[in-house]
């Protein structure tokens, strides 16, 4: 079975960092981009951050320069650095293959900025 399993998520104040992980499972992550997704309470998930296969990376704008992403094809893991957090990054974080998410989404981890 296919899956994702995000981790690393937690409590954070202003300005601090976390470093989010996500395996997946299966023998497909090698050749999709992939891609960090964000949900806030009441909206909806958009990205914030992708990479492809091969490492050429694009952030939205509202974490660029804060956020970095990378992954290790070996592990099918990919990672999400965050820096300077804002109380605005507040969300269930996800990640899924990008532009059309092929894997079952997984249940997320929560990542709250708050002093």
């Known amino acids: 079975q296919v899956q994702l399993v995000e981790s690393g998520g937690g409590l954070v104040q202003p300005g601090g960092s976390l470093r989010l992980s996500c395996a997946a499972s299966?023998?497909?992550?090698?050749?999709?981009?992939m891609g960090w997704y964000r949900q806030a309470p009441g909206k909806q998930r958009h990205l914030v951050a992708r990479?492809?296969?091969?490492?050429?990376?694009n952030y939205g704008d509202s974490v660029k320069g804060r956020f970095t992403i990378s992954r290790d094809n070996a592990k099918s893991t990919v990672y999400l650095q965050m820096n300077s957090l804002k109380p605005e990054d507040t969300a269930v974080y996800y990640c899924?293959?990008?532009?059309?998410?092929?894997?079952?989404w997984g249940q997320g981890t929560q990542v709250t900025v708050s002093s």
């Open positions: 899924n293959t990008d532009p059309i998410p092929v894997y079952t």
């Open positions: 299966g023998r497909i992550f090698s050749s999709y981009a």
């Open positions: 990479i492809t296969p091969g490492g050429t990376t």
